[in-house]
């Protein structure tokens, strides 16, 4: 297996390197370095500089970037909304003094070490805790993550900060889940983890610091972004823009997207998104109500976050690097081929997305059911179940 995971992470860094030297010598064409970058460092000045009304506007505010960047792009944008709840922009803030150039890699390094604290903090294995701070960081998903210049790594961060400190520090542990709303897909099972611990006060702490955050986005840039962004969201989810769909939501992994290419009719595929969405509430509620240990219910989380959420990108894979590289590190003195073959697959996701072309990509949603399949089978193993026991404690 190792031979494999070392060709596709070679793959995934290679995509990266011709990425800024010439984009699309290998796997897909992203263009440029940082398109996604472009979009949150396009977004944040235009509202520093008074022009909130461009960032609500898909088709100007794609055309406002093809202008600004026209000589970083190889080819013109299609469609590059703004679609994130104005609660982001207070993240991106500080970034936005530093220029394109400066903010897109002072964003990657600032994530990614977060990114390492968290798994490096209350780690269960803390002899092996560099290396999976390593191998999380040479996933393929992380290469693409620093190719597209997205987010990723700061939401791995918070969900593995999040809950590693909710036993001894609930009150912060909740306060940094309820920054992910910042990303409301990845938010959406948050709450269930807390009410599945019973940890009614990390709750009550998790809506305070999203309300903070929110309430700091209106008073720095107004509240007529929260007035437009509000019903967009809900426009998304009931009747999505026919150009997001076209040129955004198909392009991931998720359960609809795989559902669609698949040739399902969209309805079909959008109940099978929303029974995803439950069955993976369901899952991470089950997972922190059970006995399972820290590390194996932040797995649970991480892959039914991913699994539930109606749009997600190869980088968000992620956070499906962290779940299984944390999977297999707490078996590495007794390694099971399974559980290698389900970690190669998961490791290979973002390689195979977009599904659109990647008829292979399509099978994704399975992989991630398999891991969670794994990590709730240990409740039937008491070997294993005592071993998490005496961990957890």
Known sequence: MLPALSIA???GWGILISTFVHPGWIGLNHIAPGTDWMVFYGAVRSVLAGNPALVTDGDAF????????????????????????PSFLVLL????????????????????????????????????????????????????????????????????????????????????????SFKPQFFLLVPLALLGLRQYRSLCAAACSAFALAAASAMIFGVELWLWWIPQAFNNLVSPDAKWLTYGRIWGHSVWACAVLLGLPERLASILQLAAI?????????????????????????????????????????????????????????????????????????????????PAGRLSPLLIVALIGLVFGTLRSPAKFLGEHVTAK
């Open 278 to 358: 439950l069955s993976s509430a369901a899952a991470t509620f089950a997972a922190f109500r059970s006995s399972l240990s820290t590390d194996n219910r932040l797995i649970v989380l991480l892959a039914a976050t991913v699994l539930a959420a109606p749009h997600s990108g190869p980088y968000d894979a992620t956070l499906l690097a962290v779940a299984i590289v944390l999977w297999l590190a707490a078996s590495i003195d007794t390694p099971r081929f399974r559980d290698w073959l389900i970690g190669l697959g998961i490791w290979m996701v973002p390689l195979l997305s977009p599904a659109v072309y990647i």
């Open 93 to 180: 803030l500080p970034f936005a003094p530093l220029g394109f150039v400066g903010s897109y890699v002072a964003f990657q390094a600032a994530t990614a070490g977060l990114l390492a604290w968290a798994l490096r903090n209350r780690a269960d294995q803390p002899r092996l805790t560099p290396w999976i701070i390593a191998a999380v960081l040479i996933s393929p998903s992380a290469s693409l993550n620093l190719a597209d210049g997205q987010c990723a790594f700061l939401v791995a961060a918070l969900l593995v900060a999040g809950v590693r400190l909710l036993g001894p520090r609930p009150l912060l542990g909740g306060a940094i889940l309820g920054l992910l």
């Open 62 to 85: 794609t055309a406002y970037l093809n202008q600004s960047f026209a000589s970083w792009l190889t080819v013109p944008l299609a469609f590059r909304p703004w679609f994130y709840p």
């Open 9 to 11: 992470t070679l793959f």
